[in-house]
């Protein structure tokens, strides 16, 4: 009743704002609203009923794709994989769950509620409205809305949060500021970086809220303040603990941290005048060009023209100053290495913690869009707050150029020019075919694609897929193959040449490769890679012929090509000596049941003399074995069966343990051991955020 009550009370020009600005992305988005066809693109990859159910479980550290490693970047995805898994447990198909978790709220979620804010800023509903189209409806979320999808649900947030953060800190209300930390850690369990975006703006409007909103002068009052204000930081924190516990007690942070070390780039694409007019590079209308730079269209320079002008008629407004500050911050970052202060982007590149996670800067056209936002809706309230008929005039061409910008923005996801996830997509039936006889075959086995895997296939935890240009840039190419890889040779001819001979041949076998596949030149679906290796299909199909030990596969596909690798390895398995490239080892299977990606009950035979248990995932120290029986006190009290020296990286890299007769006949667990602080911070994370919810319904401020 109060909730209705609260909705009666929202003025009718706000409800058709909103209704309208509903309206218009449903309009745009049509093909994500109105049908549930699969949408697949760039490094959004398809996922079916299948795979994702392994998600319907606690967080796990472990990445089951490839050949296995940690990933704590999709441990922090864990709440959008839960809920989408959880969905299709009540029935929903992949591609209806993906609406719910995704498209809609990059739909509708962004648009309505900076509308929202905005209103709380200005008076006009005009203003906010067509403040709320440029924000939804600007080239860099257009391009982030056709691939990022989970910065751009992150980023779609903010309004939200940024209002709920301004109306605790003007009621100083614990209540609000705990609803505004669990709307952030949604916001982070979608993508992390977006609330590293968030976080400087948050954190700088406290500041500004009490030295220039309230005019604080007691240092000692307006840290008290300022330690308040960072409950939202406490809440994330707090329900975060499962992947931060995970993350502190691994010996390497292995994948997690690839985000991290890459170099940057992308800065000779980036300008002054591009992020200036809110413009990005490779925006050519309609659609993203592949870093090809675009001249800025005449009708974008509108955009910075409104915003000076925004500014300047709203300087007395506390809000308007401290979003043109984040205005003038998105552009001074988002144009990346060029003048002015050139240098500044390198060099918080390398010095501060965390920044290194954007190695281009178009991300900081975030900052530009919420800005830009505010200073264009507060021009349009200034003139709608005059009463003379050539000021309506003014403000009437105003709102339609403005509008008309964001009408050109959104033409290309309308009309599926833009391509990406705004085209509906149908699988190949090639693909279903190997799908099939992939799943058909109920084993343990990996496929290696040549050159690259298509994004139709998922990764499946029974039968992980590999890309060729992956392994060679792994450790494949180090491993001197009987023919040495041709330092000049292209890309492709390296992936080709990495496959020849006996030792490959061993170190397939090794890595559980049972099939070798060459995909389709998919142009229909944007899923083709072929050209990024300066090779034509053709050249794969001709070149592998020359691999003696790979049978091609009649599997009744059209075009797909498959071929066979007749002796992989098992996921696990004992040999008498360590494994070699030069000569075939004897592999003896081991009974095993799969817990989960990190946990595996093992029953080993008997066992006579020293052997190596060898298990076909990448080399990681932290992997323990522990007695069947009570291995939780053991992990904690570190009590393995196998010592460290013991444990090491096979010659293809994979996890190798030396045992002996006393494991004989055993049931053991082999375990990855930060799991377990993994689970114990999910439980904490549970029980928290629980107190978190009680405290929001319970507290009257």
């Not at 050949?67 to 989408?84: E, H, K, R």
């Not at 080399?619 to 010592?643: C, E, H, K, M, Q």
Request: charged share 15%; aromatic share 16%.
């Amino acid at each position: 009743m109060n909730h209705l009550k609260l909705l009666l009370k929202i003025p009718w020009k706000d409800m058709l704002a909103v209704g309208l600005l509903i309206t218009i992305s449903s309009v745009v988005f049509h093909t994500w609203i109105f049908n549930f066809a699969p949408v697949t693109a760039g490094d959004w990859h398809l996922n079916d009923e299948v795979n994702i159910k392994e998600y319907f479980s606690s967080p796990n550290i472990m990445n089951y794709s490839a050949l296995g490693g940690v990933d704590i970047i999709g441990l922090s995805f864990y709440p959008f994989n839960f809920l989408t898994a959880a969905l299709i447990r009540l029935g929903l198909t992949y591609s209806q769950a993906l609406r719910i978790v995704f498209l809609y709220p990059v739909a509708f979620i962004g648009s309505t509620t900076v509308y929202f804010l905005l209103r709380k800023i200005f008076k006009s509903s005009l203003a906010a409205f067509v403040g709320a189209l440029l924000f939804q409806f600007n080239p860099y979320f257009m391009i982030l809305d056709n691939g990022v999808l989970t910065l751009m649900v992150s980023c779609s947030l903010f309004p939200l949060i940024f209002l709920l953060f301004i109306k605790s800190l003007e009621k100083t209300s614990i209540k609000l500021l705990l609803t505004t930390g669990l709307i952030l850690y949604v916001a982070s369990f979608y993508e992390i970086r977006g609330v590293y975006l968030m976080t400087p703006l948050l954190i700088g409007y406290a500041l500004y809220h009490i030295f220039v909103i309230n005019g604080e002068r007691s240092l000692k009052r307006a840290l008290s303040l300022l330690a308040l204000y960072m409950i939202p930081f406490l809440v994330v924190f707090l329900l975060s603990l499962y992947w931060i516990f995970g993350l502190m007690a691994m010996h390497n942070p292995g994948y997690g941290q690839t985000l991290f070390k890459r170099a940057l780039f992308g800065e000779g694409y980036m300008s002054t005048t591009a992020s200036l007019a809110q413009f990005h590079p490779f925006w050519a209308g309609d659609y993203s060009t592949n870093f090809i730079t675009m001249k800025v269209p005449l009708r974008f320079w509108i955009l910075p023209l409104v915003v000076i002008l925004g500014f300047w008629t709203n300087r007395n407004n506390k809000y308007v100053l401290f979003f043109g500050i984040v205005a003038f911050a998105g552009m001074l970052l988002s144009k990346q290495g060029t003048e002015p202060f050139g240098s500044l982007y390198k060099w918080l590149f390398i010095n501060v913690p965390g920044f290194s996670a954007f190695r281009e800067s178009s991300k900081f056209y975030f900052y530009m869009a919420i800005g830009y936002s505010v200073l264009i809706a507060g021009l349009i309230d200034y003139l709608r707050q005059r009463k003379s008929l050539g000021r309506k005039m003014v403000t009437l061409t105003v709102v339609a150029s403005l509008i008309y910008v964001a009408a050109l923005n959104a033409r290309g996801q309308f009309t599926g020019r833009i391509r990406g996830l705004s085209v509906l997509r149908s699988m190949p039936h090639d693909y279903q075919v190997l799908k099939q006889y992939t799943l058909g075959q109920n084993q343990f086995f990996r496929t290696l694609w040549l050159p690259y895997y298509s994004r139709w296939i998922p990764q499946y935890p029974q039968n992980p897929k590999l890309a060729a240009n992956g392994l060679y840039y792994s450790n494949w190419n180090l491993i001197n193959p009987d023919k040495p890889i041709t330092v000049k040779a292209s890309e492709a001819e390296r992936f080709v040449e990495m496959l020849e001979g006996e030792k490959s041949r061993r170190l397939l076998n090794l890595s559980g490769i049972k099939y070798v596949v060459i995909p389709l030149l998919d142009e229909a679906n944007d899923d083709d890679f072929f050209y990024l290796f300066n090779k034509p299909r053709e050249y794969y199909l001709t070149a592998i012929k020359k691999i003696s030990y790979l049978k091609p596969v009649d599997i009744h596909t059209r075009e797909v090509k498959i071929y066979l690798n007749e002796n992989p390895k098992p996921k696990l398995y004992l040999t008498e000596k360590p494994e070699s490239v030069d000569e075939d080892i004897i592999a003896t299977p081991v009974s095993y049941q799969r817990i989960s990606a990190s946990e595996y009950q093992l029953s080993l035979g008997n066992i006579t003399s020293p052997m190596h248990l060898q298990f076909s995932e990448v080399y990681d120290s932290n992997w323990r074995i522990f007695a069947g029986s009570d291995y939780w006190p053991n992990i904690f009290n570190a009590r393995t069966l196998v010592s460290e020296p013991d444990h090491q990286a096979n010659v293809a890299g994979l996890n190798s343990f030396k045992i002996d007769s006393r494991l004989s006949n055993q049931t053991v667990k082999l375990y990855y051991f930060p799991q377990a602080y993994v689970t114990l911070g999910w439980f904490l994370s549970i029980v928290l955020g629980l107190g978190v919810i009680s405290l929001i319904i319970i507290k009257r401020k």
